[in-house]
């Protein structure tokens, strides 16, 4: 009894110190720090949005300004063809724009990582039927997919981070399942087998332990995907009507024709917005994708 | 007399994240026209270092003193046009493991031709097929053969492809680097055979490395032995093998009773302990700490390599005490 | 000279014709390989459109014909000209011999079977995307090979900071940009390029001067693409030619006393090419998926404008249509590519 409580307190203070070890090698990581520090930013912007900008600025009925008015001191990004002030809902659509590609995010993950955990976990037809249909499904077009669900499953917010979600998991099953695959082969977990431990304990204690670092590094990297899937989505009007995300203003740009009356205020930030969360994303990602796997830091 | 290959004081050191690790601390050798020395070492040794420094085909990150002469002419400060006119047609190197060492995508014919076409513009498609079915008949493949890729060839074939490859532009100077390891022990048998034959029938200048004593002890007219990157005995390849000065050279000889047993080279029997990590170096004798004649004067200070017999040198200070 | 070559068994092996009889039979049963794996992905996808448009909707009737129907009549007019009447498996039947056959179905919105839309409309498309991958890949594994072999140098970083950049870039915002600063113009600057669309009104497109007009349209579409592309060709010819970069056979062709752009061009490349082909051919595959945004944000009549049109109505048979010759484009090209990866790599091909 003490052995084993022993034990866990061992295996605890090893793993701090590994997270600890890992945290000094990101630090070194200069693109990656940049990258985490402009998501803290735009996390922080999104979550003081009620504070910064008033709510009511995104009421159509209530806007104040004129049609497509130039930057000024009253609208520092000027205002859209309504007349709401573009930085209200520029730091609103953050909002939507993080909890969609968050939310898609969960759903992917989840997803890819149960498939291929049990896929390179169960060897022989189960496992082979899943990775079948996990090549399938990366064989089909994204956008024309995530078009259709959309279509049939109707717009609204969850919807398209389902949509995102369910179409954007193969890519995470392959990685997960060959993790796995390798760390069936280590010998402990031969020993637990042996020793009579069940699918679900071996499972859970030992292949999900080590997969998850793995995961960790791949999350960060599928949210920059699924921000810019959902961006692309409420672009072609796929997204949620009732609500302002970056893609839904770059939507009612094109569409009232700010390019056109050259009304750059109203396409540029939003683009760059998404430029950045994306960019940092997949920063962050290729940092902690080279914190974990010593062989690709020689990479870049 | 300038000599065939003339290495002086040769120190080659890498530069790494860890910090330097020397593979190759002050090393002087000689090889005449005809000659075929042979270099002895542990995996770690430096052996392979010191090949790959005589053409300059070191890795950026080493930093290289001393010199490397080839034929009178210093292959450390020549330009890069000189260089590559030596590299080949001046001296050619015999890689171990083919495997990797041919182009997978590209056809032996080819890749053989292609430092005959390098040195020899002038050379025509007619007198390039012919001699590179020439070589390939050399080193006893049937000529046919040149149209087949690395991967469909045997182990022993594709090293039979690196040495007509190697002898292609009749150098005076060939580097065999391990030539026969990842081989089976019939085969490596044949190989060597081989490349002794035509070296001798040639009268090349060869350097053969190897981790095997006694293959050296047969095939080469000298035996340098090397330790931690430096020369620890160098004499006659028979009396080297046989009635050898250094301890570590005697415990090399015990070891390889016969050709090639692949277990045998990471540890060879009787001798304790592993070969020391080149970052920390031990001081004085570097084969001190697993010398069972070491006395506390040979972790003070380095033994120099010194003649203890005619033409027989050893970095001992031991040698002649009981 | 005697030489033990009769005792290496590999010899003897040697004497025979070299590779006569195996290499058809490899590629053949590689080929055979593939073509059956590409068949099953066909008949997956399918099931996928079938269970899209019919299982999932529910009713799929009332779904599809959106606010189209005023009387119970007219629905079940259109159920029974689509079969939707029918029990499921039924459905699936006919379904799979319509598809087989080509019948696509009608478009809601233009009156006319979906297949003829789909292939008048797949030739603007092709131009596109065709041109782009040209330009992309061409550009890209330039950008690559250079930014591998220097790692690390002033061209390697700037390219591949580039290339992330781009990356993150939703590419029709590109396009965006692009037209705003070279077709409307910036202040006093005029606009240069057409706005949109693949040719001017009054262009006569069999002329020389109709040609090179569709070429003036084409060209801030096809830049915008060759961009989004360019980034993805480069970052994956710079990494699989920093696989290749510590190969022994690299070492000895520079022993050989080859220069090091020979050693580059002749050695490293050839083999860094296998992975990037194999992406090229692949990322072609995902023409309709890639040609949406851009053509929407041109206007250029291709399937992926059709696409976003038929979202509009919404118009299902043309949305069906448009993915199944997406998801087809991809397993072609998927096919393409590993044939031609096994007739470039002899590891595959004997």
């Not at chain 1, 540029?268 to 962050?284: D, K, Y």
């Not at chain 2, 530069?15 to 000659?35: F, S």
């Not at chain 3, 599809?64 to 029918?86: C, H, I, M, S």
């Not at chain 3, 920093?242 to 062709?253: F, R």
């Amino acid at each position: 009894m003490s052995a084993g409580t022993e034990a866990r307190r061992l295996a605890r203070r090893r793993r701090a110190q590994s997270w600890r070890h890992g945290w000094r090698e990101f630090r070194r990581n200069r693109s990656g720090m940049a990258g985490a520090v402009v998501l803290t930013l735009f996390v922080v912007m999104a979550l003081a949005a009620p504070l910064i900008a008033d709510a009511d600025g995104l009421s159509v009925t209530r806007a104040t300004g004129g049609v497509l008015e130039s930057p000024s001191g009253a609208y520092p990004l000027g205002t859209d063809d309504n007349g709401r002030s573009v930085l209200t809902l520029l730091i609103w659509g953050s909002r939507i724009s993080l909890l969609v590609g968050l939310l898609a995010t969960v759903i992917s993950i989840l997803i890819g990582t149960t498939v291929g955990l049990l896929s390179g976990y169960f060897g022989g037809w189960p496992g082979a039927v899943l990775f079948r249909l996990t090549e399938w499904f990366l064989v089909i077009p994204f956008l024309p997919l995530a078009i259709v669900l959309a279509t049939v499953l109707g717009r609204s917010l969850v919807n398209i981070a389902i949509v995102i979600g369910v179409t954007s998991w193969p890519g995470t099953a392959l990685l997960i399942r060959s993790q796995t695959l390798s760390i069936k082969q280590r010998a402990y977990v031969d020993r637990s087998r042996a020793l009579g431990g069940g699918h679900g304990h071996l499972l859970a204690r030992h292949v999900l332990p080590n997969v998850m670092p793995l995961v960790f590094a791949n999350t960060t990297l599928t949210v920059a995907v699924a921000i810019l899937s959902e961006t692309t989505l409420s672009f072609l009007g796929l997204g949620d009507p009732t609500r302002v995300s970056w893609g839904s203003m770059l939507q009612d740009a094109f569409q009232v024709g700010a390019i056109t009356t050259g009304s750059w205020w109203f396409i540029v930030p939003p683009g760059l917005c998404v430029v950045l969360v994306v960019l940092s994303f997949t920063l962050v990602g290729q940092a902690l994708e080279s914190v974990l796997n010593p062989r690709l830091r020689e990479r870049r | 007399m300038t000599g065939l290959l003339r290495i002086e004081d040769l120190s080659v050191t890498y530069r790494t994240e860890e910090g330097d690790v020397p593979a190759v601390r002050g090393v002087d050798l000689a090889v005449d026209a005809g000659e075929v020395l042979g270099i002895a070492g542990e995996s770690g040794s430096g052996k392979s270092t010191l090949a790959s420094t005589v053409l300059r085909l070191q890795p950026s990150s080493a930093r290289v003193s001393g010199s490397v002469r080839v034929d009178g002419s210093d292959v450390l400060t020549m330009r890069w046009g000189e260089l590559r006119a030596l590299r080949w047609a001046g001296a050619s190197i015999v890689f171990q493991g083919a495997q990797h060492s041919l182009n997978p995508v590209r056809r032996v014919g080819t890749q053989i031709a292609e430092p005959l076409r390098v040195h020899d513009p002038r050379a025509t498609d007619d007198t390039v097929t012919s001699r590179v079915g020439e070589l390939l008949e050399q080193v006893g493949l049937p000529a046919a053969r040149a149209a087949a890729y690395p991967h469909q060839l045997s182990g022993g074939q594709r090293q039979r492809v690196m040495i007509a490859m190697a002898l292609a532009c009749r150098p005076a100077l060939v580097l065999a680097d391990e030539p026969t390891t990842a081989l089976d022990v019939m085969v490596q048998a044949q190989v060597l055979a081989l490349l002794s034959g035509l070296v001798r029938e040639l009268g090349v200048g060869m350097v053969l490395i190897s981790h095997d004593l006694s293959v050296l002890a047969d095939m080469c007219d000298r035996i340098a032995v090397m330790y931690a990157g430096r020369v620890v005995e160098q004499g006659p390849a028979a009396e080297v093998f046989e009635a050898s000065l250094h301890p570590y050279a005697g415990a090399l000889s015990a070891a390889f009773p016969r050709v090639g047993d692949p277990a045998a080279r990471f540890a060879p029997a009787g001798l304790p302990g592993d070969p020391p990590d080149p970052r920390y170096l031990p001081s004085g004798c570097s084969f001190a700490p697993r010398c069972s004649r070491a006395v506390d004067a040979c972790r003070e200070q380095v033994p120099p390599l010194e003649e203890k017999r005619p033409g027989h040198a050893a970095a001992c200070i031991r040698v002649g005490e009981p | 000279m005697s030489l033990p070559a009769a005792a290496d068994p590999g010899v003897g092996a040697a004497l025979e014709p070299p590779a006569a009889t195996g290499r058809p039979r490899g590629y053949g049963r590689y080929a055979l390989g593939k073509v059956a794996g590409s068949l099953a992905s066909l008949g997956f996808v399918l099931v996928v459109n079938f269970f899209l448009f019919r299982v999932l909707p529910g009713d799929p009737a009332r779904t599809l014909g959106r606010g189209r129907f005023t009387t119970d009549e007219q629905l079940d007019a259109f159920n029974e000209t689509y079969g939707l009447d029918q029990p499921l498996p039924q459905q699936f039947l006919t379904f799979l011999g319509n598809t087989l056959t080509g019948d696509l179905g009608v478009s809601l919105r233009y009156r006319v079977p979906v297949s003829e839309l789909i292939w008048d409309r797949l030739w603007p498309t092709l131009m596109l995307v065709g041109t782009a991958t040209l330009f992309a890949a061409l550009i890209g594994i330039w950008l690559g090979v250079h930014a591998a072999w220097r790692r690390g140098g002033p061209l390697d970083r700037i390219s591949t900071s580039a290339s992330l950049t781009v990356y993150s870039m939703p590419e029709w915002w590109l396009g965006l940009l692009l037209i705003a600063a070279l077709s409307v113009g910036i202040g006093p600057l005029p606009g240069l390029f057409p706005t949109g669309g693949l040719r001017s009104v009054d262009a006569d497109p069999s002329s020389l001067a109709g040609v090179l007009d569709t070429a003036w349209h084409l060209t801030l579409p096809v830049f915008t693409l060759t961009l989004a592309y360019l980034a993805d060709y480069a970052l994956v010819m710079r990494s699989s030619l920093l696989d290749e970069i510590g190969e022994d056979y690299l070492t000895t062709a520079r022993a050989k006393g080859l220069r090091d752009k020979v050693v580059r061009n002749r050695h490293a490349v050839p083999n860094a090419l296998l992975p990037t082909t194999t992406v090229v051919a692949l990322n072609f595959g995902f023409v309709v998926a890639g040609a949406i945004t851009v053509e929407t944000v041109f206007s250029i009549p291709g399937l992926g404008l059709l696409a976003t049109e038929a979202l509009e109505v919404p118009d299902y048979w043309v949305l069906q249509g448009v993915f199944l010759v997406a998801s087809a484009a991809v397993i072609v090209a998927n096919l393409a590519a590993n044939l031609l990866y096994g007739l470039l790599d002899p590891r595959v091909r004997t």
